[in-house]
């Protein structure tokens, strides 16, 4: 098959994009936290140099500041640590990057200590006085820089950008798939439709000769009955990818005409029951052409769920706002499972089929009538009932 390839390509595409972005998310978060533990050495050994300055060199505290020149020039160039620095009963003698409703603030203050403290060990320091003989100790409470907080977070906030470029790609992919998909349907669809076009009018001279000669009126309106669905069936595939154009139509008559069509060619051991023939018409915005294609997509998936045997019952009813249609069969029933997913292309629990026509129905009743269509109900070995919900419009 000439599309496999393709597909396999989309694929390996899709696995390639997911293999980057996720090498790209790893180095980036080893590189980080690389960074991250420099920076952390770094806060640290500033902080040694701290003590050690102030170990060293003899240095009055006054106020909140540090007189000696040298702690202060230390200090003042590694300014990015928040810090508080105390005396031995706790009391803040000198801070950076600190609110000072924080230092004014009993529980605050107390809670910013415990915090500090938390991230790194405090550092006692003993200070000599140049008029006192035993040194007077301080402790410094210090914490990690905004710097590397933000180091920290950093590799995080790339992993979920990079997550975020693998959806968008992913669905990027996924958009280019169906368009390339639905482009090739189109194509076939149309070509269909045009290859169809010169055997069924050779079929409508035959029918026109044939009422000429002596052959059963009955058997020629019937064939010609089929030519004119064989019709319809190509205007439906032409129509398919053009712009489809709703009028306001009988809802009971549409579908009685799709009834009425499979009354004669259904099994003899199957009924077919309609009651919208026998009650007050209502109104949708609908394309005929495409509409009667659901109810029959609908009848034959009835028809081969009982195989040959069984009641189909086709019923209209309506709101003050819409129209319902149900399609219920006395057939082998869908597991509940399988509810949605038999709208999907190329799903199917049948031998044979593509698992087309369900899915095309939905598109047709979603997409081009913006109405809804899903199974109603079914139990296994009992029969399944198909809704349609139309918007109803009134004269």
Known sequence: MKWLPKWRMSINVRVIILLIGLVLAVVSLLYTNQLARILREKEQNDVKLWVAAMERVSGDVVGNAMIDPLISH???????????????????????????????????????????????????VAVKSRWQLNAKKYIIFYGQSQLLKALYYFPYVQILIVFIFLIFTYIAL???????????????????????GTPISSLLGWVEYLRSQEVDASVIDEMQKDLTHLTTIVDRFSKIGSETILSPNNVNEVVGASVMYFRKRIPRNVTLSYNGLAMAPVRANINVALFEWVIENLLKNSLDAMQG?????????????????????????????????????????????????????????????????????????????????LKRVFE
């Open 309 to 389: 045997k069984g009641e189909i019952d086709v019923k209209i009813s309506s709101t003050e706002k819409n129209v319902i249609i149900d399609v219920s069969d006395t057939g082998k029933g869908i597991a509940k499972g399988n509810w949605k997913r038999i709208f999907e292309p190329g799903f199917t629990t049948k031998t044979r089929g593509w698992g087309l026509g369900l899915s095309l129905s939905r598109r047709i009743v979603k997409d081009y009538h913006h109405g809804k269509i899903f199974v109603a109900r079914s139990e296994m070995g009992q029969g399944t009932t198909f809704r349609i919900i």
């Open 174 to 196: 996924q958009s280019a798939k169906r368009d390339e998909q639905n482009q090739v349907w189109i194509g076939l669809a149309k070509e269909t439709a045009h290859q169809l």
């Open 74 to 124: 230390i200090v003042s160039t590694h300014n990015n640590i928040p810090f508080i620095i105390t005396d031995e009963d706790l009391n803040p003698v000198v801070s950076n990057r600190i609110e000072d409703e924080i230092l004014e603030d009993a529980e605050l203050y107390r809670a910013k200590i415990d915090q500090l403290t938390e991230e790194y060990t405090p550092r006692v």
